[in-house]
């Protein structure tokens, strides 16, 4: 027996709210809080800031779903957060299991995203998630479909977990070739970004809200694109018009990036051409300098996390392109730059062969959902025969 009912008949649904702004803090007063999606880890919250002053919360197995820009993206709560206005939490009540929601809410995500509205940051609200329909089947069905799904994410996720252990290679490469950028223990000429290359803010179309510029083809780079995807980033949030590229900040495909907002200092690669968004300065005119695109990003990625390792990350807080400007960065020669290069070729087409396995993995993932929640409940297989 299987019955369509909408999300907040069977899920308690608590938007978010931004708490005073006097009340944030680092020191770990009050509760930890979730502004958006930029304080998700993989699994659970990974927030930066606290409050003491927090509005709306939710509790230990909660699911907290991004409401704002990457809508749809999620993580399950292992304690009491504050919910800030990107977030909304989720709370099954009898008669859903938790595990098969949060399978059916990656299923539904793109039908929750083309609900969302507004021209600088798309969002939905309350009424777009409670009105979502979600067919539910039995108790016991439902936990049978939702541990086939976690074993199929758990290959997954170890196929993630091998990315991730090469992006780990990729640091021992660096850090053996050229020592700490940090500390420059090598003693490599230092030379300031602005004799590298020029440095190009982000721009954003005004007025905000003028629908002339925003929504078109050509795609724009936000900070929350570049906070999962890693060394080499497609925009996939925002995109403007023609019109609003000519008032934005175009820049051609493989040119480096870093945010000076939000998640300050992440740095990635563009893969394709695109406009930025005033949160990133890029790093352009390379080419016939003394550094190469693809070490500069190595080196201001791993510039970033030693300096935070050292307890020294204030360096990469509120940097202004006056700032960047006139950081000095260690420079080897152009043999090693290119050395580096070909190493991390290697490592890239490692890489490759664990992201086409991931790509399968993920249309088995899609497969066994859409299954799942069509109701095909017979055509899925036995959790053991995933693999």
Not at 332 to 353: C, I, M, N, T
Request: net charge positive; charged share 25%.
């Amino acid at each position: 027996m299987t019955s369509s009912l909408r999300l907040d008949d069977v899920c308690d649904i608590t938007m978010g709210q931004a708490p005073e702004g006097e009340s944030y803090n680092t020191v770990g007063d009050g509760l930890p809080l979730i502004a958006g999606a930029g304080d998700f880890g993989d699994v659970h919250p990974a927030p930066k800031k606290f409050t003491n002053s927090p509005g709306k919360t939710c509790l230990r197995g909660d699911v907290v779903l991004g409401i704002r820009a990457t809508i749809g993206e999620k993580v399950v709560a292992d304690g009491e957060y504050c919910l800030g206005r990107g977030v909304a939490g989720l709370r099954p009540k009898n008669g859903l299991n938790s595990r098969y929601l949060w399978h059916w809410l990656s299923h539904s995500a793109p039908v929750l995203s083309a609900k969302a509205k507004g021209a600088t940051f798309k969002q939905v609200n309350r009424k777009d998630i409670g009105e979502l329909r979600i067919t539910l089947p039995l108790l016991a069905e439902q936990q049978r479909i939702a541990q086939i799904l976690d074993r199929a994410e758990g290959l997954r996720a170890k196929r993630r977990a091998a990315i991730a252990r090469l992006d780990v290679l990729t640091r021992s490469i660096f850090i053996d070739m050229f020592g700490d950028p940090v500390t420059n223990e090598r003693g490599w000429p230092t030379v300031r970004v602005s004799a590298l290359c020029q440095l190009v803010r982000g721009s954003s179309p005004r007025p905000q809200g003028d629908q002339r510029f925003f929504g078109g083809p050509i795609p724009r780079l936000m900070v929350a694109d570049i906070t999962r995807d890693g060394w080499l980033v497609t925009p996939r949030i925002d995109s403007l018009t023609i019109e609003g590229a000519k008032r934005s900040r175009p820049v051609p495909a493989g040119t480096v990036v870093m945010a000076v907002s939000g998640n300050v200092g992440l740095v990635s690669r563009l893969a394709i051409d695109a406009c930025v968004h005033d949160g990133f300065v890029a790093f352009t005119e390379l080419e016939g300098s003394k550094c190469q695109s693809r070490f500069l990003l190595a080196l201001l990625h791993f510039s970033k996390a030693l300096h935070e390792r050292h307890k020294a990350g204030a360096i990469f807080v509120n940097l202004t392109t006056t700032d960047i400007k006139g950081m000095g960065l260690p420079i080897p020669s152009h043999e090693l730059q290119y050395e580096f290069g070909r190493r991390l070729d290697v490592v890239d087409r490692l890489k490759a062969v664990e992201r086409m396995a991931l790509d399968r993995l993920n249309m088995l993932v899609n497969t066994l959902q859409h299954r799942a929640f069509l109701g095909e409940w017979g055509a899925l297989p036995p959790s053991a025969t995933v693999s």
